[in-house]
């Protein structure tokens, strides 16, 4: 029967999509293989500007502008935007590319305990004395597919002259009414002053990154930011799959609506089975088990099943939280899901994750 692939980011199965696929192959056949050169050189086309557009439209925002990676786009705005009369305040648990921007600039920095708004405060307060705050935190967080409470961030954001930034890369696409992201979600669209997020993910899956916002500070970054100006432009099929991508999303929700339903299958199904899934609503859906071994044997006895899932233990995530991370997709079928479940739970009784 195969081999299921539950460890993918490809939420929406748009990187197998017929349509991104076709229109990866015309911008490759129309455009070339690639530019040979950073984008203000000769590396700009017609369909860089015109993606870059469509992101901004997707997100509602004044502009955007993009990157080789989200990786890249994480390193390159702080240094760019922030100075040594800022301070920027970062979730503990924020991704490493984040981590690595921050540690780039020169602003003072704060790191606030895990969606802890008490301490995201405290550390606002002090803050006060420098120029200007900026608040950073990942939308969804991929180890343990929690979301941050974005309307309590923005209260305090608010309350403390701080901007608001967030990465997307895990709710670009399917989060929202309209898969507008974590910012849709939990109604606070015209509070977020920046968006960064990933075209590698929920969007075809190729590769590419970007950030949206307003326009001034899409200008500095095209004028500042060291990954933009120093590394190559994206190469035209990449562009075409991910401007596909787009259009498929802003002309119908269905398919982050079948997503949303076969991963809320999984979870109840799971949790019916006795296992403990952590986050909410995420198709990012984490089993959790507690013992590194037990998450490695469990994952390669699901291999075993036609069941492809990788076990996370320390120093990925805390000592004593392994966990195995599913991560559900649209082009899974109910049947696929069931047999996941299936395989889950032959193999928790076999090892003893249940009674
Ligand atoms: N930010 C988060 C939260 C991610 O999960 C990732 C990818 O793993 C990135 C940034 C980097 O994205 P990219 O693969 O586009 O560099």
Do not use: W
Not at 126 to 151: C, E, W, Y
Not at 248 to 265: H, V, W
Not at 297 to 321: C, H, Q, T, W
């Amino acid at each position: 029967a195969g081999i299921l692939n539950f460890c993918a980011n490809n939420y929406l199965g748009l990187s197998s999509h017929p349509e991104v696929i076709r229109a990866a192959v015309e911008a490759l056949e129309k455009f070339g293989a690639g530019l040979s050169s950073v984008r203000f050189i000769c590396g700009t086309q017609s369909i860089h500007k015109d993606l870059e557009e469509k992101i901004a439209r997707f997100h509602q925002r004044e502009d955007a502008i993009l990157y080789a990676s989200c990786f890249d786009a994480n390193a390159g705005i702080f240094e760019a935007l922030l100075t040594p009369e800022d301070a920027v305040l970062s979730d503990e648990l924020n991704h490493a590319s984040i981590i690595d921007g921050i540690r780039l600039c020169k602003a003072n920095k704060y790191r606030y305990k895990h969606m802890d708004m008490q301490d995201l405060e405290a550390k606002l307060q002090d803050a006060q004395k420098h120029r200007l705050r900026l608040v950073a935190t990942d939308g969804a967080f991929s180890m343990d597919g929690d979301i941050a409470p974005l309307r309590e961030i923005c209260q305090l954001a608010q309350k403390y002259d701080a901007l608001v930034f967030i990465d997307e890369c895990h709710a670009t696409g399917f989060l929202g009414p309209n898969g507008r992201g974590t910012d849709e979600l939990l109604g606070v669209m015209d509070k977020v002053t920046i968006i960064n997020s990933t075209l590698g993910k929920a969007l075809g899956g190729a590769a590419g990154g970007y950030t949206t916002g307003p326009k001034p500070l899409i200008d500095l970054l095209r004028q500042r930011s060291r990954p933009y100006l120093f590394s190559n432009s994206l190469p035209p099929a990449v562009v075409g799959c991910a401007s596909k991508a787009l259009d498929l999303l802003m002309d119908s929700n269905a398919i982050a609506q079948s997503m949303a339903a076969k991963t809320q299958r999984f979870r109840s199904k799971m949790t019916a089975a006795g296992f403990t899934i952590s986050g909410k609503d995420h198709p990012i859906c984490p089993v959790m088990l507690g013992d590194a071994r037990l998450a490695a044997v469990m994952a390669e006895d699901m291999l075993n099943r036609g069941i492809y899932v990788i076990g996370f233990s320390y120093p990925v995530v805390p000592k004593g939280k392994a966990r195995i991370r599913v991560q559900i997709s649209a082009v899974h079928s109910d049947e696929d899901i069931d047999r996941c479940v299936e395989a889950f739970t032959e193999v928790g009784r076999k090892h003893g994750a249940l009674p």
